[in-house]
């Protein structure tokens, strides 16, 4: 039996075409939050969420939600590429069109092109939504994925209308447990240095990583919502938390911070 699968729906979103590489069981939900509830509470096996985009920058909900509420672990993660497409209406031609709907985000990705078509422009909370308004409806077109236009009967008019065409969104796969390993992995963990910490706090952490020939793919700060000034930085790094090494490694790091935190350890894309 299929693990169950819950996902940031709605239908025909690029979550939605992440959650369907790995699982033909799925369960939409319309939040975040709500995706994680539902693998804390055990209605589903594991939940498919957002958590970066090459442009746009890390869904920040996504980070906080799992550093202060919810302790669930990264068993995977998807990287979808974003191809936008100009959806309508079966017979509608492009001179037919006065507007165009979709998510903001998309339609600010997809903006040269739609300067060139001279429309009106809306936005709808996703791109799954703009292509639910725009059926049956000649003068409309969406702004969306080939799911979604599959799903209420569009066609696609222009294909990769997106004015950067390396444009990905990171998804993450959350289960009650991680990855084991598998030789090629890597960890995500968060941390926040001690208020009183001395200068260098945080270049004294990252050298235990340089110390041991350990590579960071990705570092970043956020606010750690106890006041101005006070920040948790999130890393990735390469190795599995369950080698050798790296359990050190983390072991020398949780020393030296006030709060620490797996966020789990899994396969690189």
Do not use: W
Request: aromatic fraction near 8%; charged fraction near 20%; include cysteine.
């Amino acid at each position: 039996m299929q693990n169950k699968v819950s996902f940031l729906g709605p239908n025909g979103t690029f979550t939605h075409e992440a959650a369907s590489s790995i699982s033909e069981n799925l369960i939409s939900y319309c939040s975040i939050q709500s995706v994680m509830e539902s693998v804390v509470n055990g209605e589903c096996d594991k939940g498919v969420v957002p958590i970066e985009n090459s442009i746009e920058g890390s869904v920040t909900l996504t980070l906080d939600l799992l550093v202060h509420k919810f302790n669930l672990m990264i068993e995977n993660e998807i990287i979808i590429p974003i191809n936008h497409n100009l959806l309508v209406n079966p017979g509608t031609q492009i001179e037919d069109i006065s507007d165009v709907y979709s998510h903001s985000q998309a339609l600010a990705q997809c903006q040269p092109f739609l300067e060139k078509l001279n429309v009106k422009k809306h936005f709808t909370l996703s791109t799954a939504a703009a292509a639910k308004k725009v059926e049956g409806h000649k003068n409309y077109a969406a702004i969306g994925t080939l799911t979604s236009g599959k799903l209420y009967n569009l066609k696609p008019l222009v294909s990769n209308v997106q004015d950067n065409d390396t444009n990905q969104t990171r998804f993450i796969i959350l289960s009650k447990k991680d990855h084991i390993p598998t030789g090629h992995d890597k960890t995500s963990i968060v941390f926040s240095l001690y208020d009183d910490a001395s200068s260098g706090a945080l270049y004294k952490v990252l050298k235990i990583f340089s110390n041991k020939n350990i590579n960071l793919s990705k570092i970043e700060s956020r606010p750690s919502k106890e006041g101005l000034g006070s920040y948790i930085f999130f890393i990735d790094l390469e190795g599995h938390r369950k080698d050798k090494n790296i359990f050190d490694i983390l072991n020398e790091v949780k020393e030296k911070t006030s709060f620490f935190k797996i966020l789990g350890s899994y396969p690189i894309y």
